[in-house]
Nanobody, 115 residues
Framework: QVQLVESGGGLVQAGGSLRLSCAAS????????MGWYRQAPGKQRELVAS???????NYADSVKGRFTISRDNAKNTVYLQMSSLKPEDTAVYYC?????????WGQGTQVTVSS
């Protein structure tokens, strides 16, 4: 069983930065793909960024150049560094772990960007 715990959300002004963290329990973190998703009120959950077990990354067009995903396998943790934040980045951010047919979600952390 895998548990994911996100942290680092909060309220920030437009143009500011935040770093989200997601700590995973269990032994499969280093061989799993990790992703950050977000869901704004009234909208569908969308992929923000992902990173494979080998370190390859992928970003949504809306965050390219502003967000950076990284992982520390020694700490079983994935990060999302968010810079130049915009009000439209306001959402609940969720961490996801995928390995084969298995997919696990964290409880989410709120990010609010004020204009």
């Amino acid at each position: 069983q895998v548990q994911l715990v996100e942290s680092g959300g909060g309220l920030v002004q437009a143009g500011g930065s935040l770093r989200l963290s997601c700590a995973a329990s269990g032994s499969i973190f280093s061989i799993a793909a990790m992703g950050w998703y977000r869901q704004a009120p009234g909208k569908q959950r969308e992929l923000v960024a992902s990173i494979t077990s080998g370190g390859s990354t992928n970003y949504a067009d809306s965050v390219k150049g502003r967000f950076t995903i990284s992982r520390d396998n020694a700490k079983n943790t994935v990060y999302l560094q968010m810079s130049s934040l915009k009000p439209e980045d306001t959402a609940v951010y969720y961490c996801n772990l995928k390995r084969g047919p298995m997919s696990y979600w964290g409880q989410g952390t709120q990010v609010t960007v004020s204009s």
